[in-house]
């Protein structure tokens, strides 16, 4: 089991960036693959972004590619979602998640959840 704890949440216009990061409890972080989703009120999670133990592979839903890029450095334990051109309707809690299993943007194939950091874009 890994702890997560992300951060980098906040207020942003619309066009705006923001850089969250997700750091994990592990020092064998590089033994799980890494996942970015969102939650908006009433809804489910969706996946935003995943990335393999080495970093070597990304996967992006299809509305954030090209302005969302996900990152990590196993050195720190530490994941990264740098978001570009945010808009209102990307507002959501944001959380990442581990899984020892493949890359995935299945939310089923995470195993541990970090507490999600709330991203709020104005309009």
């Known amino acids: 089991q890994v702890q997560l704890v992300e951060s980098g949440g906040g207020l942003v216009q619309a066009g705006g960036s923001l850089r969250l990061s997700c750091a994990a409890s592990?020092?064998?972080?590089?033994?799980?693959?890494m996942g970015w989703f969102r939650q908006a009120p009433g809804k489910e999670h969706d996946f935003v972004a995943a990335?393999?133990?080495?970093?070597?592979?990304?996967y992006y839903a299809d509305s954030v590619k090209g302005r969302f890029t996900i990152s990590r450095d196993n050195a720190e334990n530490t994941v990264y979602l740098q978001m570009n051109s945010l808009n209102p309707e990307e507002t959501a809690v944001y959380y990442c998640?581990?899984?020892?299993?493949?890359?995935?943007?299945?939310?089923?194939?995470?195993?541990?959840w970090g507490q999600g950091t709330q991203v709020t874009v104005s309009s």
């Open positions: 998640a581990a899984t020892l299993k493949g890359y995935s943007h299945y939310s089923y194939e995470y195993t541990d």
């Open positions: 592990k020092r064998t972080l590089s033994a799980y693959a």
């Open positions: 990335i393999s133990r080495s970093g070597a592979i990304t």
